[in-house]
Every structure is written in structure tokens, then in C-alpha cells.
């Protein structure tokens, strides 16, 4: 095996990055039948090509022996200020995930911090945010991500 490379993610990589992120859902206990549906692959997969390269937005891969092993995204995101977003920008950290084959390299750390050391060097992010399973929990905490005492809640909204 070869020494792997983090790098920018290109248009050539989109496919590669939706297997990433069916992962990634995967990981997160996200129905099995739902990862099939090919809607979403598809709107994700034009996502990847329209936000590679994005001024907002961070993208990379780890490359092993040529194949892209592991991910992770960065999106700057605007709200409204306030006490911990004095700015209202805040990052968010997403996709990131690695092939199974290729666990415990520390790949999924490498394209960690690419993407905070875009967060801090050319945006203007005062907090970054991101949704953790256990396994990924073991990466973030000691890159200073610390659980908040306010739960995420949601609801969908239907589209037809």
C-alpha cells in the first residue's frame, strides 16, 4: 500500500463520493431500503459536482493506491449572530466516511482536519458544527468537537 493522499476532491470523484456518503447514513443506522433509492444518489451525486471547487464549500478525499478511501465536506453556512456566532457563520462538517477495507488508517482524521484547517484559514467560521456517530466521536473529540447539551430534533417537511 502506498502512502495515502488527501486532496482537493474533483468532478471525477462524485460517484465515489456517494458511496462515501451512503456509508456515512449507513453508519448512522439510516433505513437500509432508504440508501437504495436511487433519487437521492442522484441528487447527491449532482451536488458533489456543482459544490466541488465552491467558494463555501470544502471537499476532500483520501486517495489509497489511486482509489478514493475516504472523505469529508465543509460548508459554511450563514445565520443568524449570536453569543457562540457573533458573525452568524458557522461550518459544518459532513461525509465523512471510510471504505471498510480501509478502517483504522487514520484517513477519515486526515480529511478532518484538511477541512478545520480550511475553516480556519480562509473562511470566517466562529464555530463548526457536525452530526456524530460513536465510532466517528473518537475522531472529533480530541480535534476539540465536544457534545452540547441541546438535542438535535427534526421534522419532515413532504414534498411532492
Do not use: I, K
Not at 447514513?25 to 433505513?31: V, Y
Not at 453569543?83 to 471504505?99: D, F, Y
Amino acid at each position: 500500500m502506498t502512502s495515502p493522499l488527501v486532496r482537493e476532491a474533483t468532478r471525477a470523484d462524485a460517484d465515489a463520493l456517494v458511496t462515501l456518503r451512503a456509508l456515512m447514513f449507513e453508519a448512522m443506522g439510516t433505513d437500509p431500503a432508504a440508501l437504495e433509492h436511487p433519487v437521492w444518489r442522484v441528487r447527491a451525486r449532482d451536488w458533489f459536482l456543482e459544490a466541488v471547487g465552491a467558494a463555501a464549500v470544502r471537499v476532500v478525499v483520501a486517495e489509497v493506491d489511486a482509489v478514493v478511501a475516504s472523505s469529508a465536506v465543509g460548508e459554511v453556512t450563514a445565520l443568524a449572530p449570536g453569543p457562540s456566532t457573533p458573525n452568524g457563520s458557522v461550518g459544518l462538517l459532513s461525509n465523512v466516511a471510510t471504505l471498510p477495507q480501509h478502517r483504522g488508517l487514520g484517513l477519515a482524521a486526515a480529511c478532518t482536519d484538511d477541512v478545520l484547517a480550511w475553516f480556519r484559514e480562509h473562511t470566517d467560521v466562529t464555530r463548526v458544527d457536525l452530526f456524530a456517530t460513536e465510532a466517528g466521536a473518537r475522531v472529533y473529540a480530541p480535534r476539540g468537537f465536544v457534545t452540547v447539551s441541546q438535542p438535535a430534533m427534526r421534522r419532515r417537511v413532504e414534498r411532492l
